[in-house]
């Protein structure tokens, strides 16, 4: 097992500036709250709803690989943990997804983020679960600037990863072509041929659909309800990379600079990283698709997204604000 002594010896990082500076500074100054103060929030609905669909796509598609033989015979030596599956969750935050990962039996777990708070808070999470029995390693990186080897030993990187994880970060790396290139480097190039990277974004067709619908006499590119706000700069100019929106969801995150995903350029950019889509839904049709599923349907009920008679804990605001988000997975090839 690992102790993630590789972070902990390094020096910390220095303050960041401008819109990288203002999203470090507010996920490492969010409080971390425990399981009973989570149920107090106000949308606690919608969160019960983001980490089922997060369950979804990591039983359906991170677990199959996860659990995979090896195609090849394991050479002398190397064969100790061929069988296993080991995870890299990129923008990990305070490891929320740790849980999720330890019922998908999960072997090795490597979790990075930009805020170094949040990474003390998921290795203490993880060091609470020590029932979980996987190993982890944890490291406070830029990964959108810095490539993973810069916070992780070769030793442990060179063993790929059979999945890539990215729930509810990725859309802060399209702030430039090159952040986008880097963060698509660090997904791909410890990634096996056939594993899968999987990710929660932005649904860009909605939001700017929302924009296009704004009256045109308005100055303030302002749309939202009493769950989520979400503000633009500026009408038309609409560029792949750098496509800037100030987002405000209540009780999460306080107006947080971040950059469309176009779903196109994205696919079209992974492509020249040998990752190609294989499911891209709404988070809407993530739950009608898997309303009725034997093994999902009834983990809405534990999961507190739904009540035993099928009512929803999410309002109507909260549902709305639901759809902000696609779901999405890639394989390697
Ligand atoms: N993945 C976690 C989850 O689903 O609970 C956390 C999601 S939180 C909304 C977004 C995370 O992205 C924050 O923890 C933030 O620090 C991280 N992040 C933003 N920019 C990053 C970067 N350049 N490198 C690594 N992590 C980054």
Redesign the pocket.
């Known amino acids: 097992s690992d102790d993630g002594s590789d972070a902990r010896n390094r020096p910390p990082a220095k303050k960041a500036a401008g819109d990288?500076g203002m999203?470090?500074d507010h996920?490492n100054s969010r409080p971390e709250v425990g399981v009973f103060q989570r149920l107090e929030s106000p949308i606690i609905g919608l969160k019960n709803f983001n980490n089922w669909v997060?369950s979804v796509l990591i039983s359906r598609f991170a677990h199959p690989a996860l659990h995979q033989k090896p195609q090849q015979p394991s050479g002398p030596g190397r064969g100790h943990n061929q069988q296993a599956g080991k995870v890299l969750d990129?923008?990990?935050?305070k490891g929320?997804?740790l849980s999720k990962w330890a019922k998908a039996k999960v072997r090795d777990y490597i979790g990075?983020?930009?805020?170094s708070i949040?990474i003390e808070q998921a290795r203490q999470r993880w060091e609470s679960q020590r029932g979980a029995r996987f190993n982890a390693t944890f490291a406070a990186?830029?990964?959108?600037t810095q490539p993973l080897s810069q916070a992780f030993s070769l030793d442990l990187l060179r063993q790929p990863f059979d999945v890539v994880s990215m729930?509810?970060?990725m859309h802060?790396a399209f702030e430039t072509e090159q952040k986008a290139r880097c963060m698509l480097d660090n997904v791909s190039r410890w990634l096996r041929r056939g594993g899968v990277f999987i990710g929660t974004i932005p649904n860009a067709e909605q939001l700017l659909q929302n924009l296009d619908d704004l009256p045109p006499s308005t100055e303030d590119l302002t749309f939202g309800n009493s769950v989520y706000k979400i503000r633009f700069e500026d009408r038309k100019h609409r560029p792949v990379f750098g496509h800037k929106y100030w987002f405000f969801l209540q009780d999460a995150v306080e107006d947080v600079p971040e950059y469309i995903v176009r779903w196109d350029p994205f696919v079209q950019l992974a492509s020249e990283y040998n990752l190609y889509p294989v499911y891209k839904e709404e988070f809407h049709h993530v739950f009608e698709e898997h309303q009725e599923h034997p093994e999902f349907g009834p983990l809405m009920v534990r999961m507190k997204v739904v009540d035993a008679n099928g009512e929803s804990s999410m309002d109507e605001d909260q549902w709305e604000a639901a759809n902000i988000y696609i779901a999405f997975a890639f394989e390697k090839r």
């Open positions: 990288v999203v470090i996920y997060k990129m923008g990990c935050g929320g997804d990075a983020d930009i805020a949040s990186l830029d990964c959108y729930q509810f970060c802060y």
